[in-house]
């Protein structure tokens, strides 16, 4: 991460991960977000994530 600080908690056991995923569902499904925008959502959060998929 580029100047930030990396969050050593883990959020999975935490009602704020479920807030996140939540928030993040309704981004990922909001039709009036263009395709692409929420493509690169998409993208970003796996590179932040650290994941291939």
């Known amino acids: 991460m580029q100047n930030g600080v ?3 908690v883990s959020l999975k056991d935490t009602d704020l991960f ?3 995923a939540e928030l993040l569902k309704r ?3 909001d039709e ?4 692409d925008v929420r493509d ?4 970003k959060l796996k ?3 650290g ?3």
Not at 32 to 35: E, L
Not at 40 to 43: I, P, R, S
Request: cysteine-free.
């Open 6 to 8: 990396k969050l050593s």
């Open 18 to 20: 479920h807030d996140i």
């Open 27 to 29: 981004l990922f499904e």
């Open 32 to 35: 009036r977000i263009a395709k």
């Open 40 to 43: 690169e959502y998409k993208l």
């Open 47 to 49: 590179e932040l994530l």
């Open 51 to 53: 994941g291939d998929g």
